[in-house]
């Protein structure tokens, strides 16, 4: 992998959000002036980082949500699903059992998360064990991120080496299920001016379904280098291996998930399975150039080594007691390098404030992919129908040469210039331009052994240059509350998250746009408690949504979503802690015509309405209690409108026990009341079971 001299580049941070549970504004202020973190932009309680600038999270014209390390132990979350569930405007999907994939405002996607604010889009769980927090974005915002987020972003903001003190905690965990982890974090200050972080994780996966087993290990040693007062480095490297078996969940019988089969595996055990092997190298340089000018910059490699095969449900006939199944396997092979830099300034003009931001941002992607079809001896094909039986008896079964043999070298360079500008005590306005240009070179190995007698020689490349807007406009008719109104763009190009579907058709096109348009309004109640409340739409052209008649094929479409949601986090009481949120929306699409008329569909993996509500209470110093809600009505599982999920309400609890200030406990009971519920589909026949009734019980030592 190269990386090219025509850009060294850019925005390093991703507008990050610092917790919303806000704090005294004055003394967030000064903190914040104290402390620019690893991201490369100031963070305090009040603090915005995912913006790039010193910007209090109250005058920010967008939706945050952030779920801290400290949230993610209390509930005992494992994955990014499980983050998801407790965010307003974000639903899951099944991301086939082999990647996160996540529904936000209506844009379903397997490519817009970050680490760092540095891109991550392949396609696997993502671990959480090294996590500070992790900050769900929302609404769509090329102009910090580049290309995709068209409904927002997921960015995962990881620990680094501390210099000023050294610790050891452990934490163990194991369910009623037998899966279970073990996980180190220790950080070791050198001197002054070094410290050393290492975290690490074994997580043994297992759940109710039959046969579902896998395990996963990683590790992220980290290291800090405080140069002078003025300038400190970070790196840092990190190893994952994941190997779990695939498991796709259970099919449709009359437009509702299959009742009765919970547990039943539609697949064979024996061929069903993923496994990732990941290496991911950064370092982190921020620097001071004076005491209105802050520089950073970012430098990542990360080589990436990802397989699954797996059998999966296509239709269920309970008359002629039948299943049938399809089948593949798919290797992908990707390195990327990533560079950003960001300039921060602070300037006054006048009784006029600026904080200008520019950056440019540069990267390489190189991938290789290819498919294998199942083929059964019974049916020559690669489906096959065959009487029902639990467990499955499977018709003999290889695999077919290559049907999908491709790579892909994309490459894209972007600049931006931001300014937040301070009118006065009641006005500020933010405005900026991103240019992107991105280029795609595709070598469809099948199509160049084939010739191009068929006017496919194989050699596919598509070039997109886009200019991506960002405006808004805060009121603040007090210290404590803001209003605002922000309109954003964002684009993705025509070959989609992975970049390997180019086309003699698709190159041709335009790139999918993003069109955002929020009102919003932010109020600090009380030093330790937040309420904020927005309302949206978005809507996206020349869009892609998986074919309802062939799941592994897409189709062009146009969406609109609206909507509205409203976040409680912080402090009632002294004792009593709450974060809450609801989301209502609505999307669809927008001009399909049948029959001559128009006939928009409900999009898919949207509910209507996401309640959420997690509160924890100090009974004593040494017993804490808590209980959540997680409700969720009805929603489609694919375009076609065909299958629907019901409504389900899902209640958590969890009792904590401090030993000592060393050594803690806690419970936490998932599904108390034992619901039976199907919280998230892939398509019409690939639907995940919930967990019934489970209990996790964990320790953490800490010296």
Same mark, same amino acid.
């Given at each position: 992998m190269k990386l090219s001299t025509k850009a060294i580049s850019a925005a390093v941070l991703l507008a990050l959000y610092g917790n919303v549970a806000l704090a005294d504004e004055t003394d967030s202020k000064e903190e914040s002036v104290e402390r620019i973190t690893v991201r490369g /932009?100031? =963070? #305090?309680?009040q603090v915005a980082t995912a913006v790039k600038t010193p910007t209090l999270l109250i005058n920010v014209p967008q939706s945050v949500s952030v779920v801290s390390a400290e949230q993610i132990a209390q509930q005992a979350l494992f994955s990014i699903s499980d983050v998801m569930q407790y965010t307003p405007g974000v639903s899951i999907g099944l991301g086939e059992d082999h990647r996160d994939q996540v529904t936000i405002r209506g844009q379903n996607t397997t490519a817009d998360f970050f680490v760092d604010g540095l891109r991550d889009d392949v396609q696997y769980f993502r671990p959480l064990y090294n996590l500070e927090r992790v900050e769900i974005l929302r609404g769509a915002n090329a102009l910090l991120f580049g290309r995709g987020g068209g409904g927002g972003v997921v960015n995962r903001v990881t620990k680094v080496a501390d210099t000023q003190e050294n610790f050891t905690t452990l934490s163990a965990g194991i369910d009623t299920f037998s899966a279970g982890s073990i996980s180190v974090d220790t950080n070791k200050v050198i001197d002054e001016k070094n410290a050393f972080r290492f975290n690490g994780v074994f997580d043994a996966i297992d759940n109710h379904r039959d046969f579902k087993d896998g395990e996963r290990y990683a590790f992220n040693p980290t290291y800090t280098w405080h140069v002078s007062e003025d300038t400190r480095v970070v790196a840092s490297y990190e190893y994952v291996n994941d190997d779990r078996l695939v498991d796709r969940g259970v099919p $449709?019988? &009359? #437009? /509702?998930?299959?009742? %009765? *089969?919970? &547990? !039943? *595996?539609? %697949?064979d055990p024996d061929f069903n399975n993923t496994t990732l092997e990941a290496h991911i190298a950064r370092v982190r340089v921020d620097h001071s150039l004076s005491q209105n000018w802050n520089l950073n910059g970012s430098l990542q490699f990360a080589d990436y080594d990802k397989a699954y095969q797996n059998l999966y449900p296509v239709n269920f006939d309970d008359q002629a007691g039948t299943v049938t199944l399809d089948g593949y396997r798919d290797t992908t092979a990707r390195e990327n390098a990533l560079v950003q830099v960001n300039l921060i300034g602070q300037i006054t003009s006048g009784n006029i404030e600026h904080t200008v931001l520019t950056g440019v941002e540069y990267g390489n992607q190189e991938t290789a992919n290819d498919r294998r079809d199942a083929f059964f001896a019974d049916s020559q094909d690669d489906q096959v !129908? =065959? %009487?029902f039986s639990d467990p499955l008896v499977i018709p003999e079964m290889t695999l077919t040469d290559a049907?999908?043999?491709?790579s892909s070298d994309v490459t894209f360079t972007s600049v931006f210039l931001q300014d937040e500008i301070k009118l006065s005590e009641h006005w500020i306005v933010v405005a900026g331009l991103r240019y992107d240009n991105f280029d795609i070179d595709v070598v469809d190995t099948i199509e160049v052994n084939n010739g191009a007698d068929d006017g496919n020689n194989g050699l596919l490349t598509s070039s997109d240059s886009q200019v991506s807007p960002r405006a808004g406009v805060i009121y603040k008719p007090a210290e404590s509350v803001s209003l605002y109104a922000s309109y954003s763009k964002s684009f993705l190009p025509r070959s989609g998250d992975q970049f390997l579907t180019l086309s003699l !058709? $698709?190159? /041709?096109?335009?790139a999918e746009e993003f069109e955002n348009k929020e009102i919003g309004v932010k109020w600090n109640v009380s030093d330790s408690l937040s309420v904020t409340a927005a309302a949206f739409e978005v809507e996206r052209e020349n869009g892609t949504a998986q074919d309802p008649n062939n799941p592994e094929a897409s189709i062009l479409t146009g969406t609109e979503t609206s909507g509205y949601e409203i976040q409680v986090v912080g402090s009632l009481s002294e004792k009593w802690t709450i974060n809450a949120g609801y989301s209502n929306l609505d999307g669809q699409e927008m001009g399909r015509i049948s029959d001559g008329e128009l006939a928009n569909r409900d999009l898919a993996q949207l509910p209507e309405h996401m309640l959420t509500v997690w509160n924890q209470y100090q009974v004593n110093t040494q017993w804490r209690v808590a209980l959540g809600v997680i409700y969720q009505s009805e929603q489609y599982a694919s375009l076609s409108n065909s299958v629907t999920l019901p409504d389900f309400t899902r209640v958590d609890a969890a009792v904590y026990y401090n030993y000592s200030e060393d050594l803690k406990f806690q419970l936490n009971v998932e599904n108390l009341f034992d619901e039976d519920y199907f919280p998230s589909a892939h398509n019409d026949n690939n639907i995940s079971t919930g967990e019934p009734l489970n209990a996790r019980i964990s320790l953490q030592y800490s010296f």
């Open positions: /932009a100031f =963070f #305090g309680q $449709s019988l &009359n #437009g /509702a998930p299959l009742e %009765g *089969y919970d &547990n !039943t *595996y539609f %697949g !129908t =065959f %009487g049907v999908r043999d491709r !058709t $698709s190159q /041709a096109l335009d």
